[in-house]
C-alpha cells in the first residue's frame, strides 16, 4: 500500500541546507477518521546505481502530546525509528522510513542532510509526507506528488520547500484535513556576539576613562536566520539588569569604578540562544593619593628630604616603590631661603591616572654664613697712641639668624691704641644652624703724637745750628718718650721744591743721624737734634724721622732766612 503510493513521488528540484528544523502543526490530525497517520521519510538516488552518497538523518522528535507507536517499516538504506533517530542512504534508488504515530497539536523534528551531488542530470531527493491508515499521504498542494517537504541534495545548497495540505482533497476516508505550510528553519546555530570595548583597556586590562561597550551579534552561518535581539546585563561595580536589545547590535556604558562583569548573548529568528558570555571591565577613574609630610619650621644647614607615601585603592599604584618616597630641595652652596621649594615626583596607577607628589614650600634651608661688617677700625687707618677708638662692627645672616659674632673686643668697647705699631682688629661669626664666616680681620696702625718743643714758624740764620726738639706723646699730648725709643731723621727737603738736602748734624751728638735722648725735656724725657742750616738757602724745610716701632714717619718743619 505504501509502496504503491511512493511510486508517484516526484522530487523538486532545490538545494538544501545543512541543517533544518520542522514544526508541523498537527491538530487537525487529532481525533480525524482516517487515523492511523503514518510519517514517511523518503531519499531517490537520481543516479539510478545507489551510490549512497547522500544520507539524511531525522531527529529530535516531539509529537506535543502525541507519540509514536507501532513498528517502523524501513526499505532501502534505512535504520531506526521515531523514538530515536532515523538515517536514511541512497544505498537503494527508492530508501523510505515509515512508522505510525498519535499526533499531538504539533510535531517538531530536526532534519540534517548532505549535499553530495550526482553525476548525472537528475539529483538525489528528499521528502517528508503523512500517510493516512490507507496508506495514502495527506493531499498537499506540492506539484507532482502530496509530499509537505521535498528538497533535493545538491551541492549547491539550499531551502527547502514546503506546501500545506490541499483543502479540497479528502484522505482516505472523513473530510479534507487542514494542515498549513510547515515551518522550515534551516538555522539551529545561535548568533556569535562580540563585545568591543571603547576605549579599548591597558595592557594590564585597567580603563581609566568611561568605557563604551559595542556589543555586534552576527549569525552569518549557511542559512542563518539572522540576528533577532541582544540580551545583556552587569554585576558587579556597575549593576545593569537584563536589557533586551532588538537587531544586531547593542551599546552601553560602564561608569562605575571597580569590577563590573557584563553578560550578553544573542537570539537568532529562529530562536537559537547563543550561550552568555561574560567579560569584565576593570575601570578606575582616580588618581594615587598622595600624602606628603609638611616643613618642620626648622632652619636646615642641608637640604631637607620630606617623606611621602602614596596609595591607590582600586587598581594600585603601577610603581610600587612609589608606596614611599621623598622628595628634596636643592638649594645652591652660598645661599639661605626660607622658602625653599622641594623637587616634585608623579605617581601612576595601574590604570594610567597620575597624580604629583609636590612640590612642597617653606622648607627653611641656610647654607650662607653671615656676613661681617666692619666699620672701626677702618681698614688701613691709623690712630695715636692711647686714641679712645670703640670698636665698631655687625655681624647679619639672612637665614637662621647671627649665632656668634666675636670680635678681638666687643662691639662697643675700646680697641687697643697700644703701644704704637701694626695692629689688627678680628671678628668671627657663626649662624645657628653652623654656618662658619671665615674670620674678617681689619689692619690699623697705632701711632705717636709729636709735640714740638721749638717754634717752628721762627725762622732761623743760614748757617746756624736750629736744635730740633720733641717729645714722643700720646694721643692727650702725654709725654711717650723713652731711652728705649730710637728717633731717627731719615731725610731732609725744602718744602717749596721737594729738593732733597743734606742732612747735617752740628758736632756729635746726633751719630747715625739718631735723635738724642735727654731726660730733662720732659717728664719722661724728649729728644733734641742739632740741625745744621749750613748750606741751605732761604725758604721751608721738612725732616723726615721714624720713632721706634711707630709705622708711620713724622715730619718736622722750620724756616730758615
Ligand atoms: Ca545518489
Ligand atoms: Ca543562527
Ligand atoms: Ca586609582
Ligand atoms: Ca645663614
Redesign the pocket.
Known sequence: MVLASLASIFLPARAAALTFDVNVNTSALVGHPAAPFYLLFATTDGSGLSDGNNTVTVSNFNFSGGSAFGNPSLFGGVTGDLGTTISITDTGNLNFFSEAFSPGQSLAFTVTVTSNQDDGPIPDGFAFYILDSFGRPIPTLSPGSDYFIGLTLTANGGSPLVFASDPSRPPSSGNPILIPAPTVSSDTTPPITIAALTPTPNATGWSNTNVTITLNSTDNELGGSGVQQITYSATGAQIIASMVVPGASASFTITAEGATTITFFGTDNAGNIETAKTQTIQL?????SINCGAPDGLWHASDVSIACTAN????GLANPPDTSFSLSTSVPAGTETSNAATSTHSVC?V?G?CATAGPVSGNMVDKRPPSINVSSPAAGSSYLLNQAVNASFTCTDGGSGVATCVGTVTSGSPISTAPVGGKSFTVNATDNVGNVTPAQSVNYSVTYAVCLLYDPTRAVQNGSTIPLKIQLCDANKADASSSNTVVHALSLVQTSTNASEALQASGNANPDNDFRFDPTLGPTGGYIFNLSTQGLTTGSYQLTFTAGADPMPHVLNFQVR
Do not use: I, W
Open positions: 578606575d577613574k582616580t588618581a594615587p591607590d585603592v582600586l587598581s596607577d590604570a591616572n
